[in-house]
């Protein structure tokens, strides 16, 4: 594969087809002493990445001093880097000064400081790897609209990795499609690619326009309550304002909340909350007829199973089957029944071919399926899922769509927090949503 200067190239493929590894080597980043590598890489110029998960790529306190922190180390001269900083957070809509902590940002809001930390930088070579995943609609938006800028000052190359194709079409003139372990499998102008193979990039996985899956049918209708929250609030140490301020929910057995809302509006810590992982300041959670966050850890897990927005924070074994055991282990379960479960939740979750990897070696939705997977190892009575369809092909999301509607179906509870506007159209039967810790 030949990338030209000044070309706009859109990189597709299934999850884990290699993309993410395809970047990081275009960047530099690989461990070429640890690993198998054939063939040659050549990149002329400097290469600025926007990694997949931004909690690798913030390094400083506070949001300026973050941004700053590169054209430091560039020795751009002192009087050009703060403005340089005022206009990068300013291009990404980062809504907060510069003075903000790090610490008290949400997913996605961490994810446009760190393509402000990129775009300062000015790089020749600018790699996207899922760039708009963690934001909510409008800060996809508008960090769709300031890579369209770049786009078109042709002063830089740009390679991006996104699943949702529709949404990156008008940004790039070039599409890649990459298989694992089949190389490059397309390769042209972008309106011509998925035109004359839009059937099977759809079968490899690829999010072609116009082609998204369907939503099982419905098998049963909703019951009773399952988790009942009312009048929440939650102040996080150090916060300037309630997270959440009197916020009430109801997760009925049988039935999906769908917890909507920008970022910042306070829908990971309402999930944390229903999921008996934090305390309220104010207010009460129930789940089947407890408190959860004051159940011990083996009746918690057996009651509710939980997705954390960024899946690196649950993953604890050092095999992948191995981290499917973790829960139906802990709750005592035979173990000729875990392996019943293991062997199907890899099999559905398509991570059999992984069984024996180090999760932490997974691409991003694999790592996100293997989370739901954990989840669902221990047949809770309800589910707490943040962001669960991120980083997933077509495919992989159709699946994930099934396999908790199989779930629902039998009677589970589930709610979810998600800006997968294609997701909660799918999929929820209620929705709520939140803006700056309140209900909207």
């Not at 770049?150 to 390679?159: G, H, Y």
């Not at 981290?323 to 979750?349: N, Q, S």
């Not at 039998?410 to 800006?419: D, K, R, T, Y």
Request: glycine share 12%; hydrophobic share 45%.
């Amino acid at each position: 594969m030949r990338i030209e200067e000044g070309e706009r190239v859109l990189l597709l493929g299934a999850s884990g087809a290699g993309k993410s590894t395809l970047l990081l080597a275009l960047a530099g980043l690989l461990d070429r002493t640890a690993a198998d590598e054939e063939g040659e890489l050549g990149v002329r110029g400097d290469a600025g990445i926007v990694l997949q998960d931004p909690e690798t790529q913030l390094v400083m306190a506070r949001a300026g001093d973050d941004v700053a922190f590169g054209l430091e180390n560039r020795c751009v001269p002192t009087a050009e880097i703060w403005p340089r900083v005022h206009r990068a957070l300013a291009d990404v809509g980062f809504p907060y000064s510069d003075e903000r902590a790090t610490a008290a940002l949400s997913g996605g809001e961490k994810q446009r400081l760190a393509i402000a930390g990129i775009l300062a930088l000015r790089p020749r070579v600018l790699l996207l790897d899922e760039p708009t995943a963690n934001l909510d609609p409008d800060g996809a938006r508008a960090v769709r609209e300031v890579i369209g800028r770049v786009a078109e000052r042709r002063d830089a190359t740009m390679v991006i990795v996104e699943h949702r194709v529709a949404d990156v079409l008008p940004l790039v003139d070039r599409v890649v499609v990459i298989e694992a372990g089949g190389g490059v499998v397309a390769d042209g102008p972008a309106r011509v690619v998925l035109a004359r193979e839009g059937e099977r990039l759809a079968r490899l996985g690829v999010w072609v326009p116009g082609s998204a899956p369907a939503a099982p049918v419905r098998k049963t209708s909703p019951a009773g309550e399952a988790i009942v929250a009312r009048d929440l609030s939650y102040l996080y140490p150090r916060g300037e304002a309630l997270a959440l301020d009197r916020v009430s929910a109801t997760v009925r057995r049988g039935a999906a909340l769908a917890i909507t809302g920008p970022n910042g509006s306070g829908k990971s810590t309402l999930a944390l909350l229903l999921a008996g992982l934090l305390r309220p300041r104010g207010g009460e959670v129930r789940a089947f007829g407890d408190e959860p966050s004051r159940l011990r850890p083996r009746a918690l897990v057996r009651r509710i199973g939980t997705v954390f927005q960024d899946p690196e924070h649950q993953l604890v074994a050092g095999r992948v089957d191995d981290e499917l055991r973790v829960g139906p282990r802990a709750i005592g379960l035979p173990t000729g029944e875990i392996d019943r479960r293991v062997r199907e939740l890899l099999e559905r979750l398509d991570l059999h071919k992984l069984a024996g990897a180090n999760p932490f070696t997974l691409s991003g939705g694999e790592k996100r399926r293997l989370s739901v997977g954990t989840a669902l190892a221990t047949s809770p009575g309800a589910l707490v899922l943040d962001e669960p369809t991120f980083g997933q092909d077509r495919r992989t999301f159709a699946e994930l769509l099934a396999l908790l509607s199989e779930y629902r179906d039998g009677g589970g509870a589930i709610a979810f927090a998600s800006h997968d506007e294609l997701f909660v159209d799918a999929f929820a039967d209620v929705r709520l949503r939140l803006e700056r810790g309140r209900v909207v």
